[in-house]
């Protein structure tokens, strides 16, 4: 399973009423966060539990060295700009 994406034309979303443009907005963030927080660690686990029954040699990865390298990159791009700084955040809170 793969997360969806939602794209819309800046066009498009301008057009929409506020009421229209509201209701779809939180319905992405809501999308967004179901999938975070429901949907993918579920497929996750299932695909982990999967593996494991197969007799699959799994390595669970410390992320910290990877982390620690990347910071100095991560920092660069969150100095450009607000939206950068915060997709960063979000990717780092995963």
């Known amino acids: 399973m793969v997360p969806d994406v939602l794209i819309i034309s800046t066009d498009v979303l301008n057009k929409l009423g506020d009421k229209e ?3 779809l907005l939180k319905a992405a ?3 967004m966060m179901q999938m975070k927080d429901v949907i993918w660690p579920a497929a996750e686990k299932e695909a982990y539990d999967k593996m494991k029954g197969m007799n699959a040699t799994v390595v669970d990865v410390d992320k910290s060295a990877f982390k620690e390298r990347v910071k100095p990159l991560y920092d ?3 100095a450009k700009d607000a939206q950068s700084a915060k997709n960063l955040e979000l990717v780092e809170s995963m």
Request: hydrophobic share 20%; proline share 0%.
């Open 29 to 31: 963030d809501e999308s």
């Open 76 to 78: 660069e791009f969150k």
């Open 21 to 23: 443009r509201t209701a």
